[in-house]
Structures are given as structure tokens and as C-alpha cells.
């Protein structure tokens, strides 16, 4: 693996515009379970009722809806960022990073060290809560506070419309302008490095092909196997705390040289 370290480390030296994507695994090395997988809080829940639709339209979706928002609130607040979101704040501060397309809600990648302004939130933020009636944002552990003394639903202060947490639920659309975004910076970039994402959720498994095409060099971190493993020019398959801590120690030398 030394010598699949030495050559990320070399291309991220060289590359101008380098691309992060950040998927679950990088989150599950920080504690935070993947909801989908088994064991997760949908063996307790019923999908159906956290749809978007049947959010807006029924009462007992919303409360539904906050309790299981609630339960995966509480360890994702108290979670740290591992040595790959580390890595990441490094690149930034090294100059060697344009962005991260992430598809994790858990602000970890602001804990680490990230600007706002670097981070594009593909599938938004648990962070804060939503009105989404008036848009009014309201900071989330100010909602958890009213839950937690025995309110069911929030509703917003000002219009009394319903409040949600900024994430994107299952038939909620893609947020348009971070979408477009996410596409338009994989277009223009000359390394696109994927970590922790077996790219399965579309379209951001569609981003590296993106990427790709437009001449970008694209390596894929990850503990499994990916369908793009093929078309990738470099693959790691391992844990990213370690691995991207390794790499960045590398870069670092290199940069240090006189
Ligand atoms: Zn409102």
C-alpha cells in the first residue's frame, strides 16, 4: 500500500483543482452507524412514514418523524471527526483543496477545520432545523430542547408552518443549487478523489464519471470494492482515517522540502 500512498501523494502535489467526495464510510470511521444498513434505525421504523409527502400532509408522520430524527440527532452531535475528515481541513489549509461534495449531514467536516465555503452539503445538514413555510432556520439543538421537554412536532415561531431538520428526506429533490454546484467543480477538476462511498446513490455516483470525462484523474478510497473501481486510475481499498493520514504525511514532506 506505501507505494499507492507515494503516488496519491504525488498527484495531489501536482493537481490544481482537486475534488473531495466524501460518502457514509467517512462517517461510520467517526461512530456514526449508516442508516441503511442492517441494525440501523429502520428495523425500528417504517420507512413510509418519512417520506416527504407524508410529512407535509399527516401529523403522526411528523411526530414519527422526530422521534426517529431525534435518536439519530443525539450521537451525531456528540461525534468527532476522524483522521480523514483531518486530512481533508489539511488539504484546505495546504491550499490543495477546491472542494468537498459530501453526502453526510454531520457537520463533520466543519469540526475538522473546513471553511463553509469549501463544503457542498449534497444531501443538507442535521445541524439546523428548517420552517418550511416561511424558511425561517432555527438552530437545531434550540428545537431538541422543546422536544425534550415533551413537545411532539415543532412548528415555526412566525407563521406556525411545520419545521424539519435541513436534510434532504426520501422524495425531497436534490438541492438545486448545491447539485449544479457539485457537478459544475467536478467538471473543472484535475483529481477527483473518492472516500468512504461505495457510489451507489445517484446522481452523486454520477459526479466521478463527470469528472472523468472532462480529463480529471480519479482515485477511489474505499473499504469495499465500487462499481467504478475499473475506470478509476488509482484504488485503496481500506480504512480512510489511516490511510488519508499517511498520504497527507507524505504531502506534507514534500511541501516542507527547501
Ligand atoms: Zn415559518
Redesign the pocket.
Known sequence: MTKQIEEVARLILTAQRIVIFAGAGLSTESGISDFRSPGGVWDRYDPEDFYYQNFLSSEASREKYWQMATEMYEPMKKAQPNLAHLAIAEMERLGKLDCVITQNIDGLHFKAGNSEDKVIQLHGTAMYVL?L????KYDRDEVQERLRKGLKVPY??????PLKPATISFGQSMPEKETQEAYHRSSLSDLFIVIGSSLVVQPAASMPLVAKRNGAKLIIINREPTSYDDMADLVIHGQAGPIMASILKDVKKELDKP
Do not use: E, Q, S
Not at 413555510?133 to 425561517?136: F, V
Open positions: 420552517c413555510n416561511c424558511n425561517k415555526c415561531d412566525v407563521c406556525g408552518g
